[in-house]
């Protein structure tokens, strides 16, 4: 299973980015794909999440309103629409993918990309 991040970079508050996510190497039937985020010296943060089986999503409080997540399936990637963005969601961003029971704890995915890193900087 290989997932690959891309689409992070420096941008001014207020500004916006898409993430992408490429999944391949996996054939579940249903699987959720969510986006973590760690920022320096702080635990990893779940940012929001996808079911395959019916696009139904979950988003933190702290990103609800700016990010919209969604998926393409045919393509196997997930997007994460990044809005209104502050010096707060400085981080690296991590896809995950995997069958949780709790879609914002980090222990319960199985697979992983490398992460992508994105600034929110004047």
């Known amino acids: 299973v290989q997932l690959v991040e891309s689409g992070g970079g420096l941008v001014q508050p207020g500004g916006s980015l898409r993430l992408s996510c490429a999944a391949s190497?996996?054939?579940?039937?249903?699987?959720?794909m969510s986006w973590f985020r760690q920022a320096p010296g702080k635990g990893r943060e779940g940012v929001s999440c996808?079911?395959?089986?019916?696009?139904?999503?979950f988003y933190a409080n702290s990103v609800k309103g700016r990010f919209t997540i969604s998926r393409n399936a045919a393509e196997n990637t997930v997007y994460l629409q990044m809005n209104s963005l502050k010096p707060e969601d400085t981080a690296v961003y991590y896809c995950?993918?995997?069958?949780?029971?709790?879609?914002?704890?980090?222990?319960?995915?199985?697979?992983w990309g490398k992460g992508t890193q994105v600034d929110v900087s004047s």
């Open positions: 996808i079911k395959s089986f019916d696009d139904s999503t």
């Open positions: 190497g996996f054939t579940f039937s249903s699987y959720y």
């Open positions: 995950a993918v995997g069958h949780p029971t709790v879609w914002a704890i980090p222990d319960e995915y199985d697979y």
